[in-house]
């Protein structure tokens, strides 16, 4: 018979504890458990100190009423807990100091480095010991005032935008949260969740199994309270911020805006981004000053990043555009058959259509083809078009209806001619620059997520996944292209002629 639910962890009066060890003394080889006494603690409370060391005199086992290091915890009295907590932020503040200076050459590795490692650290902290939020102050100030500047190349942030970027990915935020504002209540949460188990500890009930349901519902319950305080202070953000900072916001939340952000940046899967690049891409995100760029664009017109985005000179949008249709048409060849791209459409014969928007040319075509998406057999249309949200003729309806404008725009030009002439279906794919998508576009790549996860028999959400992370890569790459690419009017075609004479006057040979 055990005494306590874990053999290792004792509590209760001296006497009880004094037993609880013996009985586990005996009872622990039978299982491959040997207790050490030199290398166990008990603490107590300082009136009971003499009291302990008497009782526990002949077991060897270590008495202190100051604390212990517990499972990366503290159990002790405030002064021990104080010191150990501030040893620990000590250490951390080291730590992101040292990836503040990473974050100079490196910041999207630096990035990534605190939210899937540092971060983690003090979590732990912030569940398992309470009251410690003042103790954290120093490293909410070297996060605040040295590496977020490190990683954005931009000045320290007001009290509002440090809010904004404590908020998840998801809601327009970076996820690097403020662990002074957190402490609370991730020990309370903590609490909350595991107190069932906590209630068998403290009754020494080893028979009684821990109840998982109510553990289920205890955690759904505090991630929708966490959801609900994050919206919260979103929306706090919102009615006091800037119409500008608004629209950022709305567009840094679609799903898939950040994908970007959430992913390791692996270089194999063209998932990194350079220095420049990386803070270029939180710039857009959220309008902040852009460093070093012209105050003219090579078209004539005076730059700024709306005029760049949507500039044809150099061929940047359609450059983006042609990104996505590509990595559309690669996806399409793991599950359909006869996929091509910009395929043209078969050549009217006096046929006529009821819109008289309906693209009627002889040499009209689409950005991609496949057989077998929707149903078997069938052909399948796709025309896409990347818009840019802020220009001015998408500024005035909701981003809802932003989309739905270019869809029912598409289907007027394409969706009757390609019913009736081509006897398939048509699916207009709509995109924003910034990584949203309208309705259309989001049911189709999740049909295409769903058709690679049954054919390989891998999970539809990593899939899906993948998906966004390819197409906000792409995105994010081509609007940095807008604003850093060469618009260079000293492009000239080589000509035929002069190479033809070059080749003749210099006697080149060679393979034909």
Not at 264 to 287: E, M, N, T, V
Not at 341 to 370: C, H, M, W, Y
Not at 463 to 487: D, K, N, P, V
């Amino acid at each position: 018979n055990h005494p306590s639910i874990h053999p290792w962890i004792g509590a209760g009066s001296l006497a009880d504890v004094r037993k609880w060890w013996e009985a586990l003394s005996k009872a622990g080889p039978d299982f491959g458990y040997h207790p050490n006494a030199k290398k166990t603690w008990l603490i107590v409370k300082k009136p009971m100190l003499e009291q302990a060391q008497a009782i526990f005199k002949e077991t060897g086992i270590l008495v202190t009423a100051n604390g212990k290091r517990h499972l990366g915890a503290a159990l002790g009295d405030a002064s021990f807990v104080e010191e150990y907590v501030n040893n620990k932020v000590n250490e951390w503040v080291k730590q992101v100091r040292r990836l503040a200076e990473i974050a100079q050459t490196q910041p999207h590795a630096a990035y990534c480095a605190f939210q899937h490692g540092l971060t983690g650290r003090w979590t732990y902290l912030l569940r398992t010991v309470k009251g410690i939020s003042s103790l954290l102050a120093p490293l909410e100030n070297v996060i605040r005032t040295e590496f977020i500047p490190a990683l954005s190349g931009q000045s320290p942030f007001n009290d509002e935008m440090r809010k904004l970027l404590a908020l998840p990915c998801r809601l327009g935020g970076l996820n690097i949260i403020n662990p002074t504002e957190m402490a609370d209540w991730h020990y309370n949460a903590s609490t909350r969740i595991t107190a069932s188990l906590a209630a068998l500890i403290v009754a020494q009930d080893s028979y009684c199994p821990v109840d998982k349901v109510h553990v289920k519902k205890t955690k759904a319950l505090v991630k929708s309270e966490k959801q609900a305080k994050q919206q919260a202070t979103l929306k706090e953000l919102l009615d006091d911020a800037t119409p500008a900072l608004n629209r950022r916001i709305e567009l840094a939340s679609e799903k898939g805006a950040s994908s970007w952000l959430t992913v390791l940046p692996i270089s194999q899967h063209s998932f990194h981004l350079a220095k420049s690049d990386f803070r270029d891409a939180l710039c857009l995100r959220y309008g902040w000053h852009l460093q070093d760029t012209s105050s003219k664009c090579a078209c004539g017109s005076p730059f700024t990043v709306d005029h760049a985005m949507i500039c044809s000179k150099g061929g940047f949008p359609s450059m983006r555009h042609n990104e996505v249709r590509d990595i559309t048409a690669d996806l399409l060849t793991e599950i359909c058959s006869d996929v091509a791209i910009e395929p043209q459409l078969t050549p009217l014969s006096g046929e006529s259509f009821q819109k008289r928007t309906a693209n009627a040319a002889d040499e009209a075509r689409v950005d991609v083809s496949a057989r077998g998406f929707w149903c078997r057999g069938e052909s399948a249309f796709f025309d896409i078009r990347v818009f840019y949200p802020d220009a001015r003729s998408n500024r005035q309806p909701s981003l809802l209806q932003a989309y739905r404008n270019h869809e029912c725009e598409k289907k007027r030009s394409y969706g009757e001619r390609i019913r009736e002439i081509e006897r398939g279906s048509f699916t207009p794919l709509v995109l924003s620059s910034t990584g949203g998508m309208g309705q259309e576009a989001t049911l189709f790549y999740k049909r295409i997520a769903n058709l690679i996860a049954d054919k390989q028999d891998a999970t539809y959400s990593h899939i899906m996944q993948m998906i966004r992370c390819r197409l906000s890569f792409s995105l994010l790459r081509s609007a940095i292209l807008c604003i850093r690419g060469t618009r260079s009017s000293q492009h000239h075609p080589l000509r035929l002629d002069v190479v033809n004479i070059v080749r003749s006057e210099a006697h080149l040979t060679g393979p034909e």
